[in-house]
């Protein structure tokens, strides 16, 4: 079946630090697949996405690329900053390519970043 | 963005009670809306996809007759979890689409569901 696997957090890191957060997913033929991010008290907003294999999806420094022959999309930012402590999902979709119903998630992924 | 509001964001209920969570898609008309469960430590699993104004389509192994789930209009859909058990304790969160082919879904905050 279609399953999506992140690292488990939490995940802690200091100003400034380069952050990875693996995600791999399973599926059977071309998902996309997306980033979302959760603040705390906020509902989940979507972070960035790809849609197709090599697609480089990124946004407010973080970046992700769709890697179909590792079946990776995995998450990176350069330099993290205290306000990018959150939970963050990754996630496919079978529907269309912008289309983010029915998404598939993975278990979510606790960035706490100290000053 | 689009703006979803899910409330309650937190509701303690006594077992054998049911409770309600409304989504409101706040400034766009949403034609889909999507309810999705969270255990702890667990993904995000979809539990039904709502239309406004037809049944809901629930996935494999959700009870639909536990979970009820009304989308009477363009901008409110409501997931009632019926009889509440301790079991039902969980994470429940709404999105809300415009159900357009390519369009993106905007999430509420979530409901924490605490049954005692």
């Known amino acids: 079946g279609n399953s999506v696997t992140q690292m488990e957090g939490p995940v802690t890191l200091s100003e400034e630090a380069f952050l990875t957060i693996n995600c791999t997913y399973t599926?059977?033929?071309?998902?996309?697949l997306f980033w979302y991010v959760q603040y705390p008290g906020e509902g989940l907003q979507l972070l960035l996405k790809?849609?197709?294999?090599?697609d480089k999806g990124s946004n407010k420094g973080f970046e992700a690329t769709y890697r179909k022959e590792t079946t990776s999309f995995h998450l990176e930012k350069g330099s993290v900053q205290v306000s990018d402590s959150a939970v963050y999902f990754c996630?496919?979709?079978?529907?269309?390519?912008?289309?983010?119903?029915?998404?598939?998630f993975g278990q979510g992924t606790t960035l706490q970043v100290k000053p | 963005g689009a703006v979803v509001s899910q409330h309650p964001s937190r509701v303690i209920c006594k077992s054998g009670t049911s409770v309600k969570i409304e989504c409101r898609s706040l400034?766009?008309?949403?034609?889909?809306m999507f309810w999705y469960r969270q255990f702890p430590k667990q993904s995000l699993m979809l539990m039904a996809t709502?239309?406004?104004?037809?049944?809901?389509?629930?996935e494999q192994g959700v009870e639909k007759d536990k979970f009820l789930i009304n989308h009477a209009s363009l901008t409110l859909s409501t997931l009632t979890v019926t009889s509440a058990h301790p079991e039902d304790s969980s994470f429940y969160i709404c999105?809300?689409?415009?159900?357009?082919?390519?369009?993106?879904?905007?999430f509420g905050q979530g409901t924490r569901l605490t049954v005692v």
């Open positions: 790809a849609t197709k294999a090599d």
């Open positions: 999105s809300a689409s415009r159900g357009v082919a390519g369009t993106e879904a905007f």
């Open positions: 996630a496919l979709s079978f529907y269309g390519s912008g289309n983010t119903g029915k998404l598939i």
């Open positions: 709502s239309n406004e104004g037809s049944k809901a389509t629930y």
């Open positions: 599926a059977t033929g071309y998902p996309s």
């Open positions: 400034d766009f008309q949403a034609t889909t």
